[in-house]
Every structure is written in structure tokens, then in C-alpha cells.
């Protein structure tokens, strides 16, 4: 099993910066990819950022490229999501999530194993 647990939401205004961390936990090993995901109110989950452990390789969504930024402390089993240039479209609960395969967070998000109970970023304008 793998724990997840999100931090570091809140509200800013637009143009303003966040970062999300997910601190995981437990059988890590068995996790090969981390990744962001949002869902906004009324609207479907959908990928915003992924990190492939093994390689440092990472994507985003278009909607966030530029302004995103995912990346990894290995020492703290941590992955961490730097929002710069936020916009109130970006309004959401962001959950962490984690899958053995890169390929599951990319485009098997119904596959993902483990998923945080998600932290809410409110983008005012």
C-alpha cells in the first residue's frame, strides 16, 4: 500500500503562486510515477502533471505548460507542484496520485492505484 497525503492548497489571487506537496508513504518502491490531477467544480477529473521516478522525465497538461511545474525531493518521498501565473480556471481540488507504470497516469487514470484525499486551490480574480 501507498499513502498519500496532498498539502499547501489555499486561495490566492490571480497571477499569484502556490505549491502543492504530496508526501508519500509506505510502499513507495512499488510506485514508479507520481502525478497531479484536479477536478473542478461540476467538471471531470482531469491529468494536470506527471513525474516518471525513474528518469526525472516529466509532462503536463497544455493548459498548464509554462506555468506548472512538477518535480521530486527523493530524500523526503515527496513530489511537489509549483503553480506560477495562476488563473481562476485552475479553481479545483488537486489529489496526488501513484501507479507503477508512467503510462497509467498518462492516459489510465481510472487504473491508478492510489490516489490523496486531494487540497482545494481557490483562484480569485
Known amino acids: 500500500q501507498v499513502q498519500l497525503v496532498e498539502s499547501g492548497g489555499g486561495l490566492v489571487q490571480a497571477g499569484g503562486s502556490l505549491r502543492l506537496s504530496c508526501a508519500a508513504s509506505?510502499?513507495?518502491?512499488?510506485?514508479?510515477?507520481k502525478g497531479w490531477f484536479r477536478q473542478a467544480p461540476g467538471k471531470e477529473r482531469e491529468f494536470v502533471a506527471a513525474?516518471?521516478?525513474?528518469?526525472?522525465?516529466?509532462y503536463y497538461a497544455d493548459s498548464v505548460k509554462g506555468r506548472f511545474t512538477i518535480s521530486r525531493d527523493n530524500a523526503k518521498n515527496t513530489v511537489y507542484l509549483q503553480m506560477n501565473s495562476l488563473k481562476p480556471e485552475d479553481t479545483a481540488v488537486y489529489y496526488c496520485?501513484?501507479?507503477?507504470?508512467?503510462?497509467?497516469?498518462?492516459?489510465?487514470?481510472?487504473?491508478?492505484?492510489?490516489w490523496g484525499k486531494g487540497t482545494l486551490v481557490t483562484v480569485t480574480s
Open positions: 513525474i516518471n521516478w525513474s528518469d526525472d522525465s516529466t
Open positions: 509506505g510502499r513507495t518502491f512499488s510506485s514508479s510515477a
Open positions: 496520485a501513484a501507479a507503477p507504470q508512467l503510462h497509467t497516469i498518462l492516459v489510465a487514470a481510472g487504473d491508478i492505484n492510489y
